[in-house]
């Protein structure tokens, strides 16, 4: 690990536009360093894990397209009412 200069804070690897080889920025002070000689010790590498879980499915079309039956807004309705006769403050 690399201190930084100025506070003692640990310097956390970061990318920067000007250094194409990253960079060494304390979050305490501000203080930033590309000296490539310390960051040849870090490799930044951007990878994706695809799971099944990760993945977006599509739906072409709502069960409900005329929105909610008239049935089931009641049932909704009618519970609701339950909780709030049961709900105390």
Known sequence: MIFCPNCDA???PIKEKDAPKGALKCLD???QS???QSM???VFKEELNHTE???IEIVEHSLYEDGIPEDMKEELREQYR???ENFDL
Request: charged content about 40%.
């Open 10 to 12: 640990v310097l956390t």
């Open 29 to 31: 002070c501000d203080y």
């Open 34 to 36: 590309t000296d490539e």
């Open 40 to 42: 040849e010790n870090y």
């Open 53 to 55: 879980k990760s993945k």
């Open 82 to 84: 339950e909780a709030l």
